[in-house]
């Protein structure tokens, strides 16, 4: 049964009163969904929002995870944690997952691989259930664990940054500001119980060493207030990181060229203006763009692409693989930085390929430097285009009402697909070209044009079947593949 608090748990209370109000975690009315693993962290967590609910006019929720990864002691844990909510009076919301087939089928570490299951499932459970915030937590010596690790591995600053107390608006801590001494000081005090796991111990794992061994010899023998410390870095970088964001974006804003919703495609003599730390910043946001987020992308990846700039005109294309499918391909003038929906290493593009891509936002002449071509775009009347039944193969016409505008003018890419005119399914353009008996030449060199995501000119060669000129059709486009 659970004491009530003395006088040293309501002041760790009132400390993450104020945290929670400091960083605008929670608002009236708010349901609050607690990631709960059954070890002391989470259950203090649990203690401390339902002894706050009522202050802050918030409902709260558990969610728990089963990994399968030890055995009887998960499931132990997971009746733990639902004894524990029920006690409470709190829903509890669990669910099993296969993190090591995971692991495995996307091949990554272990740690990673129950993160993204883990917070997968948080999210999911979330929206199903109604709830507005996600709380974790994580406290104050797992931030200095973390900052440590970033800096032995050489990160940056945003590395060094630590973990956020609030991430895009949902995700929150309100531990952040309690040492890992005081949250078990706490639990001792009102007497509540929790788990261990025995993984936490193995040191086979860096974050494990780094809370056995380094921080312990730094607090013993150059900083005994070393956790406090590396928070205020984090603190302090976390600041400098929000006021230069409206800054790159601003940056990024003038380099970029085209966009679409996986991939971003920058102006090498711009980047070429900025100074260095500014370029690195802005071609990190490029990929964050391309990619959603920024996991696996360390300051290395960053520092490689920074390497395809140098001064003067760049001679031939190159082609950069990045972690999560990112694929950075440079011609003469322009970095195109894109995500592909399956693995890079399927299938790649021969060294010799010209990166482009382009806007196109209506009626306009087009030049495409690294293959030599224009397009011309131009749009009419469907009663002035007889001779669209007999248009050569350098020559399209759609109909407009079918497309969506911008339009978009890129390379072949690996793993490309479209429907050709006739066809209901969708053909690899791979397929496409071999039965076409387009030489392979020829096919590097062949721009796309696309509508959203969708392939709707080979140019030269086909058009796609949901684009074409019909009966109802009142305005056409019209493109045309001229020779330099």
Known sequence: MNKSPSACSHSLLRTVARTIRHHRMLSPGDAVLAGVSGGPDSVALIHILNRLAGEFRISIGVAHLDHGLRGEASRRDARYVAELAEGLGIPCFSARRDVAGYQRKQRLSLEEAARQVRYEFFETTADRRGFDKIALGHHADDNAELVLMHLLRGSGPLGISGIPPVRDCRFVRPLIDLERRQIIDYLSEIGADYVTDASNADMRYERNRIRGHLIPLLREKYNPDVSRTLNRLA?????????????????????????????????????????????????????????????????????????????????????????????????????????????????????????????????????????????????????????????????????????????????????????????????????????????????????????????????????????????????????????A
């Open 235 to 483: 603190e302090i970088l976390r600041a400098e990181e929000a006021w230069l964001a409206p800054i790159v974006t601003d940056l990024l804003e003038r380099c970029c060229i085209a966009e679409g919703p996986d991939r971003i495609t920058l102006s090498l003599p711009a980047l070429r203006e900025l100074a260095p730390a500014a370029r690195r910043r802005v071609l990190r946001a490029a990929v964050k763009h391309a990619k959603g987020d920024l996991r696996r992308i360390g300051l290395a990846h960053i520092d490689r692409l920074c390497r395809e700039i140098p001064g003067g005109a760049c001679r031939g294309n190159r082609t950069l693989h990045l972690p999560d499918r990112i694929l950075a391909m440079r011609t003469r003038s322009e970095i195109v930085i894109v995500q592909e929906a399956r693995p890079l290493r399927a299938e790649r593009l021969p060294p010799d390929t010209p990166a482009f891509e382009y806007r196109v936002d209506g009626p306009m002449e087009l030049w495409i430097q690294p293959i030599g071509r224009r397009l011309r775009f131009s749009v009419m009347p469907a009663g002035d285009a007889d001779h669209w039944k007999d248009a050569p193969p350098d020559m399209a016409f759609m109909d407009v009402a079918a497309l969506r505008f911008p339009l978009r003018v890129r390379n072949v890419l690996p793993g490309d697909r479209f429907t050709p005119l006739g066809l209901q399914g969708t053909q690899k353009l791979k397929s496409f070209f071999i039965n076409n008996k387009v030489p392979a030449a020829e096919r590097r060199r062949c721009p796309l044009v696309l509508s959203g995501d969708a392939i709707v000119w080979v140019a030269g060669h086909r058009i796609a079947d949901p684009v074409k000129v019909t009966g109802t059709s009142k305005n056409l486009l019209k493109v045309e593949l001229l020779l």
